[in-house]
């Protein structure tokens, strides 16, 4: 049994498993997706979603490697950011229902104070 925090561990399990998903969903819009979806647009929008799934699923990974009091406000930012852009676009592509993509900019948005307050933080 490893012994660390119970925040560290709780980063690590996001991140990894949120990089798997993020795994998988890539690998369905480059194969699976393809075969239902013609439109080269909504095909990159999935890739777009897929790509900064696994980018910050890789930053979760790494926060936990800081303070908690640094990183835990910002991981958790850049989780739910996270979460809400690159899922509603796997919506969006899926569904065809272009009002989700209201939702993309508020987990930008998310993603962004993430960062920023990692970065204050850190110069703090």
Same mark, same amino acid.
């Given at each position: 049994? @490893?012994?660390?925090? &119970?925040?560290?561990?709780?980063?690590?399990?996001? *991140?990894?498993?949120?990089?798997?998903? %993020?795994?998988a969903f890539? %690998?369905?819009?480059?194969?699976?997706?393809k075969? /239902? +979806?013609?439109?080269?647009? /909504?095909?990159? #929008?999935w =890739?777009?979603?897929?790509?900064?799934?696994?980018?910050?699923? +890789? %930053?979760?990974?790494?926060?936990?490697? @800081? =303070?908690?009091?640094?990183?835990?406000?910002? #991981?958790?930012?850049?989780?739910? $950011?996270?979460? +809400?852009? &690159?899922? &509603?676009?796997? #919506?969006?592509?899926?569904?065809?229902?272009?009002?989700?993509?209201?939702?993309?900019?508020? $987990?930008?948005?998310?993603?962004?104070v *993430?960062?920023?307050?990692l #970065?204050? /933080? %850190?110069? =703090?």
């Amino acid at each position: 049994m @490893f012994l660390l925090p &119970s925040t560290t561990r709780q980063l690590i399990c996001a *991140g990894a498993l949120n990089a798997a998903l %993020a795994v998988a969903f890539g %690998a369905f819009g480059a194969h699976g997706l393809k075969k /239902r +979806i013609n439109d080269p647009n /909504r095909l990159k #929008a999935w =890739e777009t979603a897929a790509h900064y799934h696994l980018t910050h699923a +890789i %930053a979760l990974l790494v926060c936990a490697n @800081f =303070e908690p009091r640094m990183a835990l406000l910002p #991981a958790q930012l850049l989780a739910v $950011g996270m979460s +809400i852009f &690159s899922g &509603s676009i796997y #919506a969006l592509v899926l569904l065809d229902i272009p009002k989700l993509g209201a939702l993309t900019p508020i $987990g930008g948005v998310l993603m962004l104070v *993430g960062w920023g307050l990692l #970065a204050y /933080r %850190a110069a =703090e």
